[in-house]
Structures are given as structure tokens and as C-alpha cells.
């Protein structure tokens, strides 16, 4: 799988829920700065558990590249469907790589990071977040076992080395 050597471009699905009137975020625009850019995001909310961060630029809205429009256009096409939306978004690190290495930023792009605040455990339910975690499996044998009689077994974190 190719990848990225910085922050990954993000496919953030959002889910509308109870606690929230709408996804949770905020967007923007800068006079000096093309693009529609992600504001304040409230903690918990389905932006902030789908990925999303402060001054993300928004590249697509549900499939479909925002460049050329403006605010209300982006705004429409989010609210175009009631209960959810996609934004593919790059922060600015992001854009500043693939605009130096001539290369479009597209939900397609082999090495897109995928969030969703979907299926995400509710108030009554613990909810750990691995996406941090480092997995190592033992030897190959007693993994196959473990994976047959105890699937969580055989997981066990280990220190991340940047």
C-alpha cells in the first residue's frame, strides 16, 4: 500500500446524533486564502470523533471536489444529506506536500485515513480508542491459536517508535 510521508489527506463521515444540532463544527473562509476551512469543533461531538481539526481545509464534500465553489454552495452540499455527511479534508502540511509534489488531493489517493463517528459506543458503553496503538502478534503458531479460541488474547500494545 503506498504512503504518505506526512499527515494523510482524511475522509471524515459524520454522523448526525442526539447530543448535537448539527455535526459539531464550524466552517470558514479566508479573504487572503482559497477554500472553505474546518473552525471551531465542539469536543465529542460527531466532527470531533470523525477526525476532523481546526483549520482542516475541506477538499470534498460527499464525493464530490469544493474547489470552485463558494461558501454556500459547500454549506449546501454538507447539508444536502439530513443525517450525514463525508468531507475529505488535509490540514496544512498536508496540502503544502501534495501541492509540491504536484499531486491532486482525492478521496482516491491510496493512503486516505478513513474516521467515521459512526457505530461509535454511546454514554453507556466504554469506548476505547486504539487508532494510536501499535499491535504485536507472538509467534506466528500461538497466534493462530489464540485468533481461533480467544480473538482479543493475542493483541497486546506495545511503545509507538517515531
Known amino acids: 500500500m503506498a504512503h504518505c510521508p ?3 489527506p482524511r475522509l471524515c463521515h459524520m454522523v448526525k446524533s442526539e447530543g448535537y444540532d448539527g455535526y459539531g463544527f464550524n466552517l470558514y473562509q479566508e479573504k487572503s486564502r482559497p477554500g472553505q476551512f474546518i473552525g471551531k469543533i465542539e469536543p465529542g461531538s460527531p466532527a470531533d470523533v ?28 454538507i447539508k444536502a444529506i439530513s443525517s450525514e455527511t463525508t468531507l475529505l479534508v ?21 493512503y486516505v ?28 503458531e500461538e497466534t493462530n491459536e489464540k485468533v481461533n479460541n480467544s480473538p482479543k488474547e493475542h493483541l497486546k500494545p506495545v511503545e509507538r517508535q517515531d
Do not use: M
Request: aromatic share 4%; net charge negative.
Open 50 to 77: 470523525a477526525g476532523l481539526k481546526e483549520d482542516d481545509k475541506i477538499v470534498e464534500v460527499n464525493g464530490v471536489n469544493i474547489a470552485q465553489e463558494n461558501h454556500k454552495q459547500v454549506v449546501g452540499r
Open 113 to 140: 485515513e478513513h474516521n467515521s463517528s459512526e457505530g461509535f459506543a454511546s454514554d453507556d458503553e466504554d469506548f476505547i480508542d486504539t487508532s494510536l496503538q501499535i499491535v504485536s502478534l507472538d509467534d506466528e
Open 6 to 8: 506526512i499527515t494523510a
Open 90 to 110: 488535509a490540514d496544512q502540511e498536508c496540502e503544502d506536500y501534495h501541492t509540491e509534489q504536484g499531486i491532486v488531493i482525492k478521496s482516491s489517493l491510496p
